[in-house]
């Protein structure tokens, strides 16, 4: 089977290098020419995350489609705001004018105060049991061409039916690191998503999930979120790294005044930070010094070196089972088109080893 990338769509340019004020949040002909970027660099899909701040991500998501031809989007979305019913509905209208190419990207929410700027204030663990209601409702509004009832712990339909509904099935991804988030992550995903861990760790966590996925007949696929640094040569992607991490430092306080999350509580962020707190590098080249100085705010281990030697570090992930790579850079344009290189010589490989085949059975 072929690995699956995936990159970031951004309505402004703005990272942990460049947290400069550059316009308004919402700038279209930057994100029409993002979206292009990763189309023409081989990419399958792009990301449209959320937060309680960011625009609205089916608006965002119609837009990439709409300005690409092939390219798909995986929509995050967090449950607890929008009625399943409506929301099942939203993205299956989007499938009807793009077919085959929207996923549903599920978050619970790992940080309280940024659930709470959007009015909920449930815990953690409240949050896990109403996503695997929400959930239940999804799917039956996508798959019932007859009118249904549903007697949740959170939601109650009686009579559900959609007059739009999904030729294929809409894959549902799903991200967490907690005992909760397994638990029902084990139910539902078709692909759970990790942050780049060690491989020991993901190899772990694949297990788990699987252990958990096993009970309901599911046998999901797997996503690891990286951002290469590569370069000609080895030393060169070091200076380059060197670089990244100093504009970081110098500019973290204005990150975390930007987004307003505390990342503390997340237990995906606590894998990155204990990790970092054995080694800036582990395995071959995997880096976390940016984790390190962001706290581990999303998505931030590095993979660096040249470009021969990160697609071999990519390679590494799908050899223990991971069919999908996440990944995006510290410079969102020039990276998208730069990262056409590192698809190119991890999609080689694969078609002439059959890595993914051969590693997803020893995971």
Do not use: C
């Amino acid at each position: 089977m072929p690995v699956e990338f995936i990159g970031l769509a951004a309505t402004k340019p703005f990272t942990e290098t460049d947290t400069q004020d550059t316009g308004p949040a919402v700038q279209p002909g930057y994100l029409r020419e993002l979206a292009l970027a990763h189309e023409e660099s081989g990419f399958d899909r792009v990301l449209v995350a959320h937060s309680s701040a960011s625009p609205d991500g089916f608006t965002v998501a119609d837009q990439v489609l709409t300005h690409t031809t092939r390219l798909g989007v995986l929509l995050a979305h967090r449950p607890g705001f929008v009625s399943p019913t409506v929301a099942a509905r939203k993205y299956a209208t989007l499938d009807a004018f793009h077919p085959g190419r929207i996923a549903l990207h599920v978050i619970t929410g790992g940080d309280d105060a940024d659930q709470a700027r959007d009015g909920d204030f449930s815990d953690k663990e409240t949050r896990y049991r109403r996503t695997d209601d929400f959930l239940q409702v999804v799917r039956r509004t996508w798959e019932s061409a007859e009118p249904f009832d549903h007697q949740g712990e959170f939601y109650s339909v009686k009579g559900g039916l959609s007059s739009v509904r999904p030729e294929r099935p809409i894959p549902v991804y799903f991200g967490g690191a907690s005992a909760d988030a397994v638990r029902v992550g084990g139910r539902h995903a078709d692909v759970y998503a990790f942050w780049g861990e060690p491989l020991a760790g993901i190899a772990e966590r694949i297990r788990q999930v699987r252990a958990a996925a096993e009970p309901y007949g599911r046998d999901p696929a797997f996503s690891v979120s990286l951002r290469p640094i590569p370069a000609e040569t080895e030393a060169a992607a070091w200076e380059r790294a060197a670089e990244i991490l100093r504009l970081t430092k110098e500019k973290v306080g204005d990150l975390r005044k930007a987004f307003n999350l505390d990342h503390s509580a997340q237990e995906g962020s606590q894998r990155l930070l204990a990790a970092a707190a054995e080694g800036d590098v582990h395995d071959k080249r995997l880096w976390t010094a940016v984790a390190k100085a962001t706290g581990a705010a999303g998505n931030s281990t590095a993979l660096v070196g040249s470009y021969e030697q990160v697609a071999e570090s990519l390679l590494d992930y799908t050899a223990i089972g991971v069919g999908t790579l996440l990944i995006r850079g510290f410079d969102q344009l020039a990276d998208a088109r730069d990262y056409g290189k590192l698809i190119t010589l991890v999609r080689d490989q694969v078609d002439a080893g059959g890595a993914v085949l051969a590693g997803a059975a020893s995971a």
